[in-house]
């Protein structure tokens, strides 16, 4: 089966692309301005890191699961929670007028995510289908 087969490559590959935002935790001013061609604002320097520091750990602790079978279910369940919520805040304010200009810079974000979510999904549906044939 295509997702439980795949899975190590994708908990690698997920991995190391989500760890990416961790550059928002080392140079939020770069990463702001190319990767997401916003402005930088220093009062928000803090929450920048954080949320950086936040998802580059949720990316080495993705690609981590993928050696380490104990931690797999929980790592995937927050990582598809998290993920989950930025696709909902990404479609959420796609048709807000007063967002809709900044979506365009986040479309890359958002279409990782979505993957990551699609194929969790899938993975999840294999591994149902698996148990209920060896029982």
């Known amino acids: 089966m295509f997702f439980t087969r795949y899975l190590k490559p994708f908990l690698i590959i ?3 692309v989500t760890m990416y935002a961790g550059i928002y935790a080392v140079n939020p001013e770069s990463a702001l301005r190319e990767m997401n061609n916003l402005p930088y604002d220093s009062n928000y320097v803090f929450l920048f890191r954080h ?3 936040m998802v580059g750990l949720m990316g080495f602790f993705i690609a981590v699961s993928a050696f380490i ?3 797999r279910s929980s790592i995937i369940l927050y990582s598809f929670l998290e993920k989950l919520f930025m696709v909902y805040l990404f479609i959420s304010n796609f048709f807000n007028p ?4 900044l979506n365009m810079d986040f479309i890359p974000f958002a279409i990782t995510d979505i993957i990551i979510c699609t194929y969790t999904l899938g ?3 294999e591994t149902i289908r698996i148990k209920k044939h060896q029982a």
């Open 98 to 101: 007063e967002t809709a200009h």
């Open 123 to 125: 993975y999840w549906y």
């Open 69 to 71: 079978e104990q931690w």
């Open 51 to 53: 949320w950086g520091i």
């Open 14 to 16: 997920g991995g190391l």
